[in-house]
């Protein structure tokens, strides 16, 4: 498992983790039932706080990506339809927001950026 | 506190081959000069600067202040240092019981006693000192330490040139009869004052 | 949540300098940073918190223990490792063993053979002939050779170079693996800090500034740079420090009084501290 992290990005570093992991269950790079590194290995490996990586599978937790068993550790949870549209959405998200930044700079308008949208999606 | 017993005994051994030569040294002078006495005194004050010596390797090293972060008592540290007193007090002892045994430049008897009141001075000379030193510890206690010697021996010295008589034997008889007693109060009272200086010292 | 280190409200006078109130809590399983600069009171803090000193008044309870001056059975548990090396000069690691064994009831000579061979210190030579780095490391191995719960270590890195304190980070990081454990290390070199600490407490002349989670640290301030003039139409409500150069102005901010409009750099936790002890905006 690769967990890479940008110490200058404005995303908090148990964002970066909790997305990396999410993305991974999404792919099918970690299995249902797999068992995830104990957040102090991580913590340990990663050279950070155990608090950011508490934090961060308590986030996967929370949006039922994993379960944690205490004193055993976490495991990935069954694989579940909407909360993987949910990530894929989420993703989208992001890319669309940074396009929207970036017309907003260059000070295109909404109908424009739209219509790049609509033309790109009927090339694909 | 055996622990700490053995750090001090370690960390004397250094001395061990000085002390060595030193004795053997003294042994043959005592021998050639034919005094017994000298070779007593001598071998008490030798003796007794060992748990002063020890103290003061354990100021250079500011072991105290770590030493209280393990699981050992203020109580232990201090009676530690008696306990080492009263080892090499009783080398002593041994070494000049042997001595005088193997040397017969007195009675078997005189031997036995004066063994036994060497063991006492030093003893009695420790239990003044080393209240002393735990409060003041080892650097600024050193003045006082010149003191506590010169103090006694200066008075010895004034006393026999104003000509005052010294102590009949039957007056030293008692006095070495009672003495076992007399330092035993005197440790005890040392003991408990260190004990106190040391509970409230603060590193 | 379980607490190893509780200290609360120690307050300590000297004839130049006195300890206000100090706070703190560590708990279990978690690495605390003590930072602040030279003579600000983190050695007495842990001086108070070892009981090697008497606090004017607040208590200080380890592991559950009150008493601990008086008390000694709970410092079987605790690992100390000092800013000097306190061990007497003429033992070598062999006299060492046979002396910790009968301190510590806990001992393991072949835990503390093991960290001496890792941290290659000679057998043979004794204290006296010891580098300032190899008894540090004597001493971590001491402290972590029995059943220690508590680590607190008082500027024990200084002195070293960085592969050292990188090879050091390391057996810390390992020691914590057990959640029942926790690590209090107090150091002005705030970039080791960085990598491991869970929780920082920042002392500045005798008094707690701050004692936060280090990740709201690095969240919450940012290092705002722009122009004298636009750092004169700056909200003052949320600038901690600054400082005025040539070519603009520095300033340690709480990032959500300010808007995406501004540069906000994520701080170091040496910026935390620096500005902190740099004048306010009035």
Redesign the interface.
């Known amino acids: 498992m690769d967990i890479i992290l940008n110490n200058s990005s404005s995303l908090p570093l148990y964002e970066q983790i909790a997305n990396q992991i999410k993305s991974m269950i999404i792919s099918g790079g970690v299995h249902p039932g797999e068992m995830l590194p104990s957040m102090r290995l991580l913590a340990k490996e990663l050279r950070i706080s155990v608090i950011t990586t508490k934090r961060a599978y308590e986030e996967l937790e929370r949006n039922g990506f994993i379960h944690t068993v205490v004193g055993k550790g976490s495991y990935v949870a069954e694989r579940n339809a909407a909360l993987i549209k949910e990530e894929q959405l989420r993703l989208v998200e992001e890319h669309l927001q940074k396009a929207v930044d970036q017309a907003t700079i260059s000070g295109i308008p909404l109908e424009e950026l739209l219509e790049i949208i609509t033309l790109l999606y009927k090339e694909e | 506190m055996?622990?700490?017993i053995?750090?001090d005994l370690?960390?004397?051994?250094?001395q061990a081959k000085v002390f060595g030569f030193l004795m053997a040294f003294y042994v043959f002078l005592a021998i050639a000069m034919e005094n017994a006495a000298m070779f007593g005194g001598i071998i008490t004050i030798l003796f007794a600067i060992l748990p002063i010596t020890a103290l003061s390797?354990?100021e250079?090293?500011?072991?105290d202040?770590?030493?209280?972060?393990?699981?050992?008592?203020r109580q232990d540290l201090v009676i530690g240092k008696y306990l080492l007193g009263g080892i090499f007090m009783g080398l002593a002892f041994l070494i000049y019981l042997m001595f005088g045994l193997i040397t017969r430049m007195e009675t078997p008897f005189n031997v036995l006693l004066i063994s036994a009141a060497l063991m006492g001075v030093g003893l009695v000379f420790l239990a003044i000192l080393l209240p002393i030193l735990f409060k003041w510890g080892v650097e600024k206690g050193r003045f006082l330490m010149i003191a506590v010697l010169a103090v006694p021996t200066a008075a010895i010295v004034v006393a026999s040139k104003l000509g005052i008589t010294p102590p009949s034997e039957r007056m030293l008889h008692t006095v070495a009869f009672l003495s076992p007693f007399i330092v035993l109060i005197i440790l005890a009272g040392s003991i408990f004052l260190s004990v106190r200086v040391y509970m409230n010292k603060?590193? | 949540m379980e607490y190893v280190l509780k200290a609360e409200n120690l307050i300590k006078q000297y004839p130049e300098f006195t300890l206000k109130e100090v706070s703190l809590s560590l708990p279990a399983g978690c690495i605390m940073g003590l930072i602040g600069e030279n003579g600000a009171g983190k050695s007495t803090t842990i001086?108070l918190i070892?009981?090697?000193?008497?606090p004017d008044s607040g208590h200080v309870e380890i592991l559950g223990d009150e008493n601990i001056k008086?008390k000694?059975?709970t410092?079987?548990h605790?690992g100390?490792v000092?800013d000097?090396?306190?061990?007497?000069?003429?033992?070598n690691i062999k006299?060492i063993n046979?002396?910790?064994?009968?301190?510590?009831?806990t001992w393991n000579g072949e835990t503390f053979y093991g960290f001496c061979q890792h941290f290659t210190l000679s057998p043979n030579k004794t204290?006296k002939e010891y580098s300032h780095g190899m008894k540090m490391k004597l001493a971590i191995a001491v402290a972590l050779s029995h059943d220690s719960r508590l680590l607190?270590l008082d500027e024990a890195t200084s002195g070293l170079d960085p592969i050292v304190r990188e090879e050091l980070l390391d057996v810390f990081l390992e020691f914590i693996q057990d959640e029942r454990r926790s690590i209090l290390i107090s150091s002005h070199i705030t970039s080791d800090l960085e990598k491991i600490c869970d929780y920082i407490t920042f002392i500045h002349k005798g008094e707690v500034l701050l004692s936060e989670e280090k990740d709201h640290l690095l969240e919450d301030y940012g290092l705002l740079k722009c122009s004298q003039e636009e750092f004169a139409q700056l909200d003052p409500q949320g600038i901690i420090g600054y400082r005025k150069h040539h070519f603009g102005v520095e300033a340690l901010v709480e990032k959500k009084h300010y808007g995406a409009e501004y540069i906000i750099e994520k701080p170091t936790i040496e910026n935390v501290m620096l500005y902190h002890t740099k004048e306010k905006v009035i």
Not at chain 2, 60 to 63: E, H, L, M, S
Not at chain 3, 100 to 105: K, L
Request: glycine residues 4%.
């Open positions: 055996k622990g700490l053995i750090k370690i960390n004397l051994k250094k390797y354990d250079r090293a500011r072991w202040k770590y030493a209280l972060t393990m699981p050992i008592s603060e590193f | 001086k070892l009981g090697l000193v008497s008086d000694r059975d410092r079987e605790i100390v000092l000097e090396s306190c061990f007497p000069e003429n033992l006299d046979g002396i910790m064994t009968h301190i510590y009831q204290i607190i």
